[in-house]
């Protein structure tokens, strides 16, 4: 059985949560696709979701998947967010350099 989720429209910067994720998702309008960012916190000892519409996925480098860092109640969501934001500015790794096979064989 699925469950509703208690949903809230603002987070406090200074404010502990539980985790935060970023997706692609269409919106409401179906308009096109954008990128959302879900952050969760603690409300009346239940979880709430906040979600931050980021703008069109598009805008977004092509090789941002999407992503979750829990924080358990252990992080703010200004450090959260700042964390996302870090995320967001890694360039992409390549598969074969780490697991150590990037050299060509003759």
Not at 11 to 26: C, N, T, W
Not at 35 to 43: D, N
Not at 47 to 74: H, Q, V
Request: aromatic share 12%; charged share 30%.
């Amino acid at each position: 059985m699925s469950e509703l989720r208690r949903a809230t429209s603002y987070v406090y910067d200074g404010e502990k949560a539980l985790s935060i994720s970023e997706m692609d998702r269409m919106p409401p309008d179906n308009s096109a696709w954008h990128r959302y960012q879900i952050i969760y916190v603690i409300r009346d000892d239940t979880p709430a979701e906040f979600t931050k519409d980021l703008g069109l996925s598009i805008n977004f480098r092509e090789w941002t998947n999407p992503f979750c860092i829990y924080s358990l109640m252990e992080y703010t969501v200004a450090e959260l967010m700042e964390m996302a934001e870090q995320v967001r500015a890694t360039p992409p790794y390549d598969k074969r350099e780490l697991a150590g096979v990037n050299k060509v064989r003759n």
